[in-house]
């Protein structure tokens, strides 16, 4: 939710994000595909230095994992995804030209 209605300057919003990842034991060569979900808000700034088609956008944001986070075992090895994660955002220099 921007705002302002040109689209500039303080934002802020939620993403929701659906991932799916391939992990594979070094030293067993097991594979394992599996699905994540997450909720991400998100605050940040969009600034328009070079006229109206290229910005700048950084932001901040807090990813919640909805998936859950238990420890996981594939062959010799353990992980995890972490339950919450800060998320810096930068976007150097964009252009949009619709």
């Given at each position: 939710m921007f705002l302002r209605k040109d689209r500039k300057g303080l934002y802020a919003g939620t993403i929701y994000s659906y991932d799916w990842y391939s992990v594979t034991d070094d030293k067993t060569q097991q594979k394992e595909d599996f699905t994540k979900q997450y909720?991400?808000?998100?605050?940040?700034?969009?600034?328009?230095?070079?006229?109206?088609y290229f910005y700048v956008d950084g932001g901040f944001g807090v990813s919640f994992n909805l998936s859950g986070s238990d420890e996981r075992t594939l062959g010799d090895s353990k992980y995890s995804a972490k339950p919450v994660v800060a998320l810096p955002f930068f976007l150097p220099l964009v252009a949009d030209f619709s």
């Open positions: 909720l991400v808000g998100r605050i940040g700034v969009r600034w328009f230095p070079f006229k109206e």
